[in-house]
């Protein structure tokens, strides 16, 4: 059985990550979606274990202490982590698994996990992603301008990504993720092991 593969998956907050992930998910059994660590509340309509496992600040730098992080950063005051078993058993089981995660995050990941794919979900402009964060109504203004100002960092980031998605168009940008997906395991840098067992064959 062969490995699965790392996509890590980035974008401002209020960008439409999830919405423009999950159909993906829902179409692609192969694939798989790791579930962060957090230390900051529960949204409404938020569960514990399938958005996020919502944990304390000790619960978390336990974890940090016991290896149990694949990557770890510190976001708009909360903390946000990747456990590491559940994505080392996915890939080795064959399954694709995405970590939506922040910029700082995906930086440490592309140190230890250079083989990854880095896929980062742009808006369409500054004022759409301002309208969609202030029309959510679910965190107070001065939330939403540190998400405001922690965009303009990690959008300057996302040239260190293998392939940017401007979400303009849910439909299009679906089709696109597929394509990139696609793509980016047709790259030779993630079949040296198939041309190696055909360089090896007998010649006719």
Do not use: C, N
């Given at each position: 059985?062969?490995?699965?593969?790392?996509?890590v998956y980035s974008g401002p907050s209020g960008v439409g990550k999830g919405t423009l992930l999950?159909?993906?998910?829902?179409?692609?059994?192969?694939?798989?979606?790791?579930?962060s660590m957090t230390t900051r509340s529960p949204r409404p309509g938020e569960r514990d274990g399938v958005?996020?496992?919502?944990?304390?600040?000790?619960?978390?730098?336990?974890?940090?202490g016991q290896g149990g992080l694949l990557e770890y950063a510190q976001y708009s005051g909360n903390y946000y982590g990747t456990p590491r078993r559940m994505v080392e058993e996915k890939i080795a089981q064959g399954k694709d698994v995405?970590?939506?995660?922040?910029v700082q995050g995906a930086m440490k990941i592309k140190q230890t996990f250079p083989e990854a794919v880095f896929i980062?979900?742009?808006?369409?402009?500054?004022?759409?992603?301002?309208?969609r964060l202030t029309g959510r109504g679910t965190e107070p203004p001065e939330v939403v301008g540190r998400r405001l100002a922690?965009?303009?960092?990690?959008?300057?980031m996302a040239e260190k990504y293998d392939y940017i998605i401007v979400n303009d168009d849910l439909e299009a940008a679906g089709k696109k993720l597929e394509a990139v997906v696609i793509a980016a395991k047709c790259e030779a840098r993630r079949l040296q092991e198939?041309?190696?067992q055909l360089g090896g064959m007998p010649s006719v």
């Open positions: 059985m062969s490995k699965g593969t790392l996509i999950l159909p993906y998910l829902q179409a692609h059994p192969e694939a798989a979606l790791s579930v958005e996020y496992y919502f944990v304390s600040k000790q619960r978390f730098d336990e974890e940090i995405f970590l939506e995660i922040e980062f979900v742009m808006p369409p402009s500054w004022e759409v992603l301002k309208k922690a965009a303009q960092d990690e959008i300057h198939t041309v190696r």
